[in-house]
């Protein structure tokens, strides 16, 4: 996605506060990493009314994974994991339908606690986590075999700039990886980024590396501009 489908100023700020309230959104084995964009489509009609209030107030939404075991239970109130990650709508699109394509830019990751709602969705109060960063010396040995990790798993990409902090570069290979959700709920709630990027290159390790598919069609990933083929929380 392009740097002009984001108003100036991107990503917003902490606002400071210790512990703030938002609407819950749950997925099965999805997470949302700060920096980085998730693109959804919004079908359900509770999430529909969760997206019209959202886009009248600050417009953040808390994105969960639901538990293991429990992905059948959307229909529901299945139980998520207390880590979570905090985002905000940057882009949005209601089509004729009454569906909404939304592009969520994560913040941070957060700790949860359901809390009572008068809504047809559920709301959490949340708190941010602040992370831990290594020695920027003493991290240089990860952070090189990180950006070479990445680079065998993206293809397209020649290089990356060297200002990428090595937190966003652990979370970056994280995603390039078909993880299981009990790996990556373990690595995602690793809040040290060394730690987190030493974790990322242990499940490297282990996970093949896929061979690159001919693209025939476009669109269909859910990825890049189009979240027409994205995550649809009614369907999962």
Not at 18 to 41: D, E, I, K, R, S
Request: net charge negative.
């Amino acid at each position: 996605m392009s740097d002009e489908a984001f108003p100036a100023g991107w990503p917003p700020q902490d606002e400071g506060q210790a512990q703030q309230n938002a609407p819950l959104f749950p997925l099965p084995n999805v997470f949302l990493f700060p920096g980085h964009v998730m693109p959804l489509q919004i079908v359900e009609p509770r999430y529909r009314t969760m997206i019209e209030d959202c886009l009248d107030g600050p417009g953040r939404i808390v994105l969960a994974a639901v538990h293991q075991g429990h992905h059948g239970e959307l229909e529901g109130s299945p139980p998520v994991c207390p880590l979570a990650g905090l985002g905000e709508i940057a882009r949005h699109e209601k089509l004729p339908d009454g569906r909404f394509l939304i592009w969520l830019v994560g913040l941070a990751r957060v700790r949860i606690e359901e809390t009572n709602s008068d809504k047809p969705y559920r709301q959490v109060n949340f708190e941010l986590i602040h992370e831990v960063q290594p020695d920027p010396e003493e991290a240089e040995d990860t952070r090189e075999r990180v950006v070479e990790a990445i680079l065998l798993r993206t293809p397209q990409l020649e290089e990356l700039p060297d200002n990428v902090p090595l937190s966003y570069l652990a979370d970056l290979l994280l995603q390039r990886m078909p993880l299981e959700q009990e790996a990556m709920e373990g690595a995602y709630g690793e809040f040290d980024a060394g730690r987190r990027a030493e974790q990322a290159l242990a499940l490297h390790e282990l996970t093949p590396i896929p061979e690159p598919e001919e693209d025939d069609s476009e669109g269909q990933d859910g990825d890049g501009d189009d979240p027409a083929g994205g995550v649809d929380p009614s369907l999962n």
